[in-house]
């Protein structure tokens, strides 16, 4: 069931999946079984705007899929929960981006005396900055703004206590040169993330992850555990699986949607420069570009580069 955040965090979860056999437990969105609105039993989400979680069948908000078609490979099993950047249509069919302050809610869980927290974040660290024209400043090629544009947020509550963030996944990124995000860090990624929970002990938590901000880009949660094993930490999982592309005809860009509805082109000197309406099928030709590098992100997530 979807509940929508007021002014305050006042939500108790306080079922526990902890066992006297075990310290472990582990979610990784298996059981989905085709519904928008679907969570693991014991997941909530928090919508700021209920006008997001009815555009676009709730894609806006925090839900889960398949690898199938134009998503990732799950880095286990075949789903993920996940969250698409927000976007709408004025009057005259111009595309407007949308705010967003999405949060996804596990369950309570007792926490072993050398329990770690784990699990994979899919995300485009180039997205985490504002893109928009606006914000870029082509003389010293950086952004105008380097505050984050949308970002991830973990957080952690011990006892139905107050909020504590573990991680902003755009502190990670916050220093790197925007030519090495442009040139390197444009598409998603799956990348691990380990926490230990050492001081929390005895207690029961529930974990948060807060999707916030506009202009940004997919997200993807997988493989989120509590365990008193030893857990990898920072492996990156490539996207293998066949998606949304481009290549170069007559001259011009032709885009291959695979599935994919929107496109928004980047020029390397000029920020975004177009947008374009996709039917998912049939490849269409980007005329009137310039010749130079450019990056097309797909709604899917999809990032691709590509020189005219």
């Known amino acids: 069931m979807r509940k929508f955040l007021l002014s305050t965090f006042a939500f108790a979860m306080t079922v526990s999946l902890a066992s006297a056999e075990s310290n472990d437990y582990f979610e990784g969105f298996e059981?989905?079984?085709s519904r928008t609105d679907w969570l693991p039993e014991g997941w909530t989400e928090q919508n700021t705007d209920e006008n997001i979680f009815m555009l676009n069948e709730g894609a806006f908000t925090w839900h889960v899929g398949t690898q199938s078609g134009?998503?990732?490979?799950?880095?286990e099993g075949y789903n993920y929960a996940l969250i698409y950047y927000a976007y709408d249509y004025d009057e005259d069919g111009?595309?407007?981006d949308l705010p967003q302050d999405e949060w996804m809610i596990s369950p309570s869980y007792t926490v072993g005396a050398n329990s770690t927290l784990s699990f994979f974040v899919g995300y485009s660290p180039l997205f985490l900055f504002n893109t928009d024209n606006s914000n870029l400043d082509w003389g010293k090629n950086d952004f105008k703004d380097r505050s984050p544009s949308t970002t991830l947020r973990i957080y952690i509550r011990s006892n139905g206590g107050e909020w504590v963030m573990l991680k902003d996944l755009h502190d990670e990124w916050a220093e790197t040169p925007f030519d090495e995000l442009f040139n390197n860090y444009f598409n998603v990624e799956f990348r691990q993330l380990s926490f230990d929970l050492a001081e929390y002990a005895g207690t029961d938590v529930q974990v948060a992850f807060q999707f916030v901000g506009m202009y940004g880009n997919t997200m993807e949660i997988d493989a989120f555990q509590i365990t008193d094993a030893t857990?990898?930490?920072?492996?990156?999982?490539?996207?293998?699986?066949?998606?949304?592309?481009?290549y170069i005809q007559g001259g011009e860009i032709v885009v291959n949607p695979r599935g994919a509805k929107l496109v928004d082109i980047y020029a390397a000197n000029a920020g975004l420069v177009a947008s374009k309406k996709l039917d998912g099928v049939n490849s269409t030709c980007i005329d009137g570009l310039a010749s130079g590098l450019y990056l097309l992100r797909f709604n899917d997530g999809t990032v691709v580069k590509i020189m005219k």
């Open 31 to 33: 059981g989905w079984d």
């Open 70 to 75: 134009y998503l990732p490979n799950a880095p």
């Open 94 to 96: 111009n595309k407007f």
């Open 231 to 246: 857990v990898g930490v920072d492996r990156a999982f490539a996207d293998q699986r066949v998606r949304p592309d481009a």
